[in-house]
RNA sequence: GGUCCCUUCGUCUAUCGGUUAGGACAGCUGGUUUUCAUCCUGCAAAGGGGGGUUCGAUUCCCCCAGGGACCGCCA
């Protein structure tokens, strides 16, 4: 095992997002081809918008994936004492201060910056005024002392390297005036207790890095490598969030999209590997590099989703295709009878073929899974008196027939079809219908077939139908 | 507004100075077909603009334009 150590760090606010979950994806990708490790932190400090149960199904949710981390989740809010003593060892090296502003104070800074149209940053004010000035009756929060003069460059492995100027970074406040640690403090000890090697994220994140760097410096800690990667894009083009639709796990899972699936998909978003389109997991993790990560933010396509569903569905082996289906459907349509697992397996080879999503297998397996026909009353227009006549035509033909297969179903539809002077349509469709209650599914011999004599019979002598 | 990033078919992308700019998805033809599909043919579709460097630029450099991200005592 190499020493390569990844993480994926989300707050448990919510539902996992698309982006999150491609962020994941890469950080764990990443260390399995490293042959290194990849842990999960919890960063759960935001007390009000933090919940258990989005932690549970966070973690769930990249199981689901097939993404598992190594050792136990890190719960950041368990090591706030750790941040509060690099806070103040921090403060005792002269790398950081108290600042004893009102927040009245800094609003008005602010206020006057934007009347100015000057970039808001804090002014410094308490970097180098005495403790003895302090106003007793304000609890200051504390600063990190941010290099003034010169340049900082980052190294990064997917953009190069990136430098700016170090005035335009802020005295960022590393400690509330409550004595709780920020977001940039936490995240840098924690990522250096945690050990580290490279810290795959967002773009997004960019300026932070540039701030935790300085950390890393001044505590004379080994920077680990970063790699930041470009964002996912709604269609209109801008940064994916939350208020979007389809923009969670679960608007995926719960519409049929299968794990693999959307793993291959958001494998291949942003990044590639030749003209390589379709990854098992195991390719994935032995073809995947920070190389191969584009620099340019892409979009997110639904229709490529349902392609690359629809692949698998129509590629994977069919007990596999059958697992996923019945996963599927216990969580979001109902409950699979194990009676009917035969019939609806042999079925899969017809199902599938008309399916983009687990949903629409379901939606074709209906009249399998479910023992009642129920009929819409705009499909029930069809079944008039001739439709009737054809209907009970053939259920009085099949009875002579030894066993039910195309070749002896094919001729009796036929004669119907020329005795009524119709085209297939004008039996395939009535017969259907009475069967499934749907004038759409699966082919007519493929439903027969599958419903076997008995229930054909039973289904055709439906009173309904009479 | 400041800082930083990005820019090849509608979309995801290949190309690491010389290609008829390739593939995939979507789209559109045609064929098979038992509705809807599947499957198979084929077609159409791209280097934002302007300067350089070079015998030669999509590729290297600069400028412009457009797009994006960040600019919290959220993470």
């Given at each position: 095992?190499?020493?390569?150590?990844?993480?994926?760090?989300?707050?448990?606010?919510?539902?996992?997002?698309?982006?999150?979950?491609?962020?994941?994806?890469?950080?764990?990708?990443?260390?399995?081809?490293?042959?290194?490790?990849?842990?999960?932190?919890?960063?759960?400090?935001?007390?009000?918008?933090?919940?258990?149960?989005?932690?549970?199904?966070?973690?769930?949710?990249?199981?689901?994936?097939?993404?598992?981390?190594?050792?136990?989740?890190?719960?950041?809010?368990?090591?706030?004492?750790?941040?509060i003593n690099v806070a103040n060892e921090l403060l005792k090296n002269g790398n950081a201060y108290k600042c004893y502003c009102s927040a009245e104070?800094?609003?008005?800074?602010?206020?006057?910056?934007?009347?100015?149209?000057?970039?808001?940053?804090?002014?410094?004010?308490?970097?180098?005024?005495?403790?003895?000035?302090?106003?007793?009756?304000?609890?200051?929060?504390?600063?990190?002392?941010?290099?003034?003069?010169?340049?900082?460059?980052?190294?990064?492995?997917?953009?190069?390297?990136?430098?700016?100027?170090?005035?335009?970074?802020?005295?960022?406040?590393?400690?509330?005036?409550?004595?709780?640690?920020?977001?940039?403090?936490?995240?840098?000890?924690?990522?250096?207790?945690?050990?580290?090697?490279?810290?795959?994220?967002?773009?997004?994140?960019?300026?932070?890095?540039?701030?935790?760097?300085?950390?890393?410096?001044?505590?004379?800690?080994?920077?680990?490598?970063?790699?930041?990667?470009?964002?996912?894009?709604?269609?209109?083009?801008?940064?994916?969030?939350?208020?979007?639709?389809?923009?969670?796990?679960?608007?995926?899972?719960?519409?049929?999209?299968?794990?693999?699936?959307?793993?291959?998909?958001?494998?291949?978003?942003?990044?590639?590997?030749?003209?390589k389109e379709i990854f098992t997991l195991e390719e994935s993790i032995e073809h995947f590099n920070l190389e191969g990560i584009g620099k340019s933010?892409?979009?997110?396509?639904?229709?490529?989703?349902?392609?690359?569903?629809?692949?698998?569905?129509?590629?994977?082996?069919?007990?596999?295709?059958?697992?996923?289906?019945?996963?599927?459907?216990?969580?979001?349509?109902?409950?699979?009878?194990?009676?009917?697992?035969?019939?609806?397996?042999?079925?899969?080879?017809?199902?599938?073929?008309?399916?983009?999503?687990?949903?629409?297998?379901?939606?074709?397996?209906?009249?399998?899974?479910?023992?009642?026909?129920?009929?819409?009353?705009?499909?029930?227009?069809?079944?008039?008196?001739?439709?009737?006549?054809?209907?009970?035509?053939?259920?009085?033909?099949?009875?002579?027939?030894?066993?039910?297969?195309?070749?002896?179903?094919?001729?009796?539809?036929?004669?119907?079809?020329?005795?009524?002077?119709?085209?297939?349509?004008?039996?395939?469709?009535?017969?259907?219908?009475?069967?499934?209650?749907?004038?759409?599914?699966?082919?007519?011999?493929?439903?027969?077939?599958?419903?076997?004599?008995?229930?054909?019979?039973?289904?055709?002598?439906?009173?309904?139908?009479?």
């Amino acid at each position: 095992m190499s020493n390569v150590a990844t993480r994926f760090a989300p707050s448990p606010t919510g539902a996992l997002h698309i982006g999150g979950v491609r962020t994941a994806l890469f950080n764990w990708l990443f260390s399995k081809n490293q042959k290194g490790t990849f842990h999960l932190r919890i960063e759960d400090t935001d007390k009000e918008r933090s919940k258990d149960e989005h932690k549970i199904q966070i973690i769930k949710s990249l199981k689901w994936l097939g993404i598992e981390h190594d050792g136990d989740e890190y719960i950041q809010s368990t090591k706030i004492s750790d941040h509060i003593n690099v806070a103040n060892e921090l403060l005792k090296n002269g790398n950081a201060y108290k600042c004893y502003c009102s927040a009245e104070e800094i609003e008005e800074q602010k206020k006057r910056a934007r009347q100015k149209k000057l970039p808001y940053i804090y002014n410094r004010k308490w970097r180098d005024l005495p403790e003895s000035e302090a106003p007793k009756d304000i609890r200051p929060v504390i600063r990190f002392k941010s290099k003034i003069e010169g340049s900082s460059i980052l190294k990064d492995l997917v953009q190069g390297d990136v430098e700016i100027d170090n005035n335009t970074i802020e005295d960022f406040i590393i400690l509330r005036n409550d004595g709780t640690p920020t977001y940039n403090l936490s995240a840098t000890v924690d990522d250096h207790q945690m050990n580290m090697t490279h810290i795959i994220r967002g773009d997004d994140h960019k300026i932070n890095t540039f701030k935790q760097m300085q950390i890393y410096l001044a505590m004379n800690w080994e920077l680990p490598k970063f790699a930041h990667i470009p964002l996912i894009h709604t269609i209109e083009g801008k940064k994916l969030s939350k208020r979007d639709n389809a923009s969670t796990l679960d608007d995926y899972s719960k519409i049929g999209v299968m794990p693999d699936a959307l793993r291959n998909y958001l494998l291949r978003l942003g990044w590639s590997f030749e003209d390589k389109e379709i990854f098992t997991l195991e390719e994935s993790i032995e073809h995947f590099n920070l190389e191969g990560i584009g620099k340019s933010p892409s979009k997110l396509d639904m229709s490529r989703i349902l392609s690359m569903n629809e692949h698998y569905i129509k590629n994977i082996d069919e007990n596999e295709l059958y697992k996923n289906l019945v996963e599927y459907c216990e969580i979001y349509k109902e409950k699979m009878n194990p009676a009917k697992e035969v019939k609806i397996k042999s079925s899969l080879s017809f199902l599938k073929n008309k399916a983009k999503t687990l949903e629409d297998i379901y939606n074709n397996a209906k009249y399998i899974i479910s023992d009642e026909v129920k009929f819409e009353d705009e499909d029930l227009k069809l079944i008039d008196e001739k439709a009737k006549k054809i209907i009970k035509e053939f259920n009085n033909n099949l009875s002579s027939l030894e066993s039910l297969n195309k070749e002896n179903l094919e001729p009796i539809v036929n004669e119907l079809i020329k005795k009524y002077e119709t085209n297939f349509k004008g039996v395939g469709q009535p017969l259907r219908v009475a069967l499934t209650g749907s004038k759409f599914g699966p082919g007519l011999y493929d439903i027969v077939i599958s419903l076997g004599k008995e229930e054909v019979k039973k289904r055709l002598d439906s009173k309904i139908l009479a």
